[in-house]
């Protein structure tokens, strides 16, 4: 697939939230589009945390699409865009791990966060979905260092300035890539790669989600990109959704 043209805003509260009205008020809004904003003043994360994006310091964009996939594939849309960002930062030299559900990060500091959300189609063989990315690019240690979490950006592991408009190309092109393997084939074509960069494998961990808390080792990804735990008894549970917290 092709993405659309990128349409740029100097300044937006949340570019998913916008391209949410975006899709209100166009149901033929095509799939693909893309809109990224110079800044970003009121980005959320996962649970409502805030992603906030300085101008011309980081990357903030999100992407629509309208497909004919399964409905329970969405659940695994943010694991393959995490690995399309994970290989851009490998063609710039950085060495990074991904944090399953929806995180990038390099030495544990995230560079990279990730929310999708599924939005009404306005198809009914089609499902829709809206996904938005933050990466941290020109982030210094003092910006970073007021984050209320471990944060890195493209500048600090590689000590150089990035032009922002050619990592998100660079990213898009990813995504080019990945997007349509994914809708033939699903999460399991890319299980093994992202198994390969998931550095919490074999670790006892937590997840948190609204059913509470769930403790185990991170034994697996499952072929939709839910993520499998053993607990002190042995048994395996499958988690599709929630924080990972890592002891």
């Keep these: 697939m ?11 509260e949340s570019t998913n939230r916008h391209l949410a009205v975006m899709l209100e008020e166009k149901s033929s809004l095509k799939s ?11 980005g959320l994360g996962r649970d409502n945390r805030h992603w906030i994006s300085t101008s011309n310091k980081d990357l903030a964009f999100s992407f629509f699409l309208n497909l004919a996939i399964p409905e329970q594939a969405l659940l695994s ?27 990038v990060l390099v030495n544990g500091a995230k560079i990279c966060g990730i929310l999708s959300h599924q939005v009404q189609s306005h198809h009914d063989e089609l499902v ?18 007021q984050i209320d979490q ?12 990035h032009e922002v408009d050619l990592l998100l ?4 092109h990813q995504l080019e890539i990945v997007i349509p393997i994914w809708q033939l084939s699903g999460f399991r074509q890319f299980r093994a790669s992202w198994l390969e960069r998931f550095s919490q494998l074999g670790k006892l961990v937590t997840i ?40």
């Design 2 to 12: 092709k993405f659309e043209k990128i349409h740029w805003f100097e300044s937006l």
């Design 128 to 145: 829709a979905a809206i996904v938005g990315i933050g990466l941290n690019v020109n982030m210094n240690q003092d910006q970073a260092d």
């Design 150 to 161: 471990l944060a890195t950006s493209v500048f600090i592991e590689s000590g150089q300035e």
């Design 169 to 172: 190309d660079a990213i898009i």
């Design 32 to 42: 693909g589009t893309v809109i990224a904003a110079r800044q970003q003043t009121k």
């Design 77 to 103: 849309l943010p694991l393959v865009t995490g690995l399309a960002v994970s290989q851009v930062l490998d063609s710039i030299n950085i060495k990074n791990h991904l944090k399953w559900p929806n995180d």
């Design 208 to 247: 948190r989600n609204q059913r509470g808390l769930f403790e185990g080792v991170a034994k697996d990804i499952g072929e939709n990109g839910e993520l499998i735990l053993q607990d002190s008894q042995g048994n395996l549970q499958s988690i599709w959704a929630g924080d990972l917290l890592v002891q």
